[in-house]
């Protein structure tokens, strides 16, 4: 007999944990300002800083990772 595979609870897969406020505060840029030179709207940027992002656009992130020239990991980590 087959067994089915069934979607584990978060605390057993764990989490991705969004770094954007300490990246922006250690470049000293506000929200609206990377808001402003990323082309993305204040919401969104705001849902980063807080870790309330509950789908990762990677077009959003290829920005910031411009913008604040950093890498993907330095905004983004897996908290297991």
Do not use: H, P
């Not at 300002?33 to 992130?61: A, C, H, P």
Request: net charge positive; glycine share 4%.
């Amino acid at each position: 007999m087959e067994k089915t595979k069934q979607i584990a609870t978060m605390c057993e897969y764990g989490k991705i944990r969004i770094k954007l406020r300490s990246v922006i505060e250690k470049n000293n840029i506000t929200r609206y300002q990377l808001s402003k030179m990323t082309s993305t709207r204040f919401e969104v940027v705001n849902k980063w800083y807080n870790g309330e992002v509950e789908r990762i656009d990677s077009d959003v992130l290829a920005r910031f990772c411009f913008v604040l020239n950093c890498k993907v990991e330095d905004l983004i980590e897996y908290e297991g």
